[in-house]
């Protein structure tokens, strides 16, 4: 247990560069050099990582922890790994609360969120290739996109295009015996009276419903937190992914900061334990059957669509994203865009780049941009 608190908070720690990076140190560490297991074990769980709801590479620090030490190898893997990102997103979050609007801070921040731009439409495009397999996928994301511009709820569109696309592709394949049918557990809107216990459940039901990148998960925080009743703006979105991205750990981490935003300590630590928990339950419970799930086509064909209309919904946010940050007070601000250009340039140079200095680049921008 302790070999596994060690590798794991040290990569929490110095796990930057996001899930494919996390997933890339690994391999590298548990397969090549300490073989804790092999090459083929590991595909198995990055392919267990893409069949179940959660955060990928959260995901697979746990089912290398249990690989290496059973459930309970688990649970201090996935701990050990998300402790150190959540705290640091908290102490940002603490430090942007009370800095934010100091002047000369403010043309900081809105370099950032330009430069933020580049990295989700970089997301949007790596992840569209590898979703849109068909044209039947391609035309489901175009309808997702649509129902997302007439402000049908987020969460709703992802898990509706998944059901009905699973349904006609049961309906149309050749008739047969159909010997496994599955229901997807789903915590739907529940209304609770107490704003702390709803921020959690908010945040459970996501965590139980999010499949693909952490990306993913702004479209979702649109869809549940830009209304009245929270008060969230797509700025404050954009400064989620921002400080999702400039501390180590998993993406997801992002929930710390909304929480904190929200509720101050406690709707920090209600958001993250919301988001993170289906996690733990699902590798629990799926790992000792990991070759079984991956012979269901009908949860495949779940994912399939899940994952197109995943990206569809973030590109109907991301318009509305950009159109939130380009615009002060309903006018094209030129200098936000060349910074939202220039990071898309160097971003799509075609040179790895880590995100950090991206935003780094960002601050900077804006800070000298707002002498001219």
């Known amino acids: 247990m302790l070999e596994i608190f060690k590798y794991f908070f040290r990569l929490g720690i110095v796990a930057f560069g996001g899930p494919a990076a996390h997933v890339a140190m690994m391999e590298e560490d548990l397969v090549e050099e300490k073989k804790w297991l092999t090459t083929q074990e590991f595909l198995d769980y990055m392919g267990m990582t893409n069949l179940i709801p959660g955060p990928n590479s959260t995901e697979m620090t746990m089912h290398c922890g249990y690989h290496r030490g059973g459930p309970l190898g688990l649970f201090v893997a996935g701990i050990s790994f998300i402790f150190p990102a959540v705290c640091l997103t908290l102490l940002?979050?603490?430090?942007?609360?009370?800095?934010?609007?100091?002047?000369?801070?403010?043309?900081?921040?809105?370099?950032?969120?330009?430069?933020?731009?580049?990295?989700?439409?970089?997301a949007i495009i790596k992840l569209g290739k590898k979703a849109v397999k068909t044209?039947?996928?391609?035309?489901?994301?175009?309808?997702?996109?649509?129902?997302?511009?007439?402000?049908?709820?987020?969460?709703?569109?992802?898990?509706a295009a998944g059901i009905l696309f699973m349904l006609y592709k049961l309906a149309t394949k050749p008739?047969?015996?159909?010997?496994?049918?599955?229901?997807?557990?789903?915590?739907?809107?529940?209304?609770?009276?107490?704003?702390?216990?709803?921020?959690?459940?908010?945040?459970?039901?996501?965590?139980?419903?999010?499949?693909?990148s952490g990306y993913v998960l702004f479209a979702y925080l649109d869809g549940e937190f830009i209304n009245p009743e929270w008060g969230l703006s797509h700025e404050d979105l954009v400064e989620a992914v921002a400080v999702g991205q400039v501390t180590p750990g998993p993406v997801l981490s992002t929930a710390t900061f909304i929480g904190y935003k929200l509720g101050g300590f406690q709707g920090a630590i209600l958001s993250t334990l919301?988001?993170?928990?289906?996690?733990?339950?699902?590798?629990?419970?799926?790992?000792?059957?990991?070759?079984?799930?991956?012979?269901?086509?009908?949860?495949?064909?779940?994912?399939?669509?899940?994952?197109?209309?995943?990206?569809?919904?973030?590109?109907?946010?991301?318009?509305?994203?950009?159109?939130?940050?380009?615009?002060k007070n309903g006018i094209l601000d030129w200098k936000l865009c060349l910074i939202a250009l220039i990071s898309f340039g160097v971003y799509f140079s075609g040179k790895k780049i880590n995100t950090l200095w991206i935003i780094l680049m960002g601050a900077a921008l804006g800070y000298f941009s707002s002498f001219i």
């Open 274 to 327: 919301g988001i993170f928990l289906p996690s733990f339950f699902f590798v629990w419970l799926l790992n000792p059957i990991v070759h079984k799930m991956k012979e269901v086509k009908e949860l495949t064909n779940f994912l399939q669509a899940v994952n197109v209309a995943a990206v569809a919904v973030m590109v109907a946010v991301t318009v509305i994203m950009a159109k939130s940050i380009l615009f």
């Open 92 to 122: 940002v979050a603490v430090l942007f609360e009370k800095y934010s609007t100091i002047d000369w801070i403010i043309p900081m921040v809105d370099g950032i969120k330009a430069a933020v731009l580049s990295f989700i439409l970089a």
């Open 135 to 159: 044209q039947e996928l391609f035309f489901l994301g175009l309808l997702v996109i649509v129902a997302a511009f007439f402000g049908i709820n987020e969460v709703l569109c992802i898990l």
């Open 175 to 212: 008739a047969k015996t159909l010997n496994s049918f599955f229901i997807i557990p789903l915590l739907f809107f529940t209304k609770a009276g107490i704003s702390y216990l709803k921020l959690f459940l908010i945040f459970l039901k996501i965590g139980a419903v999010l499949f693909g």
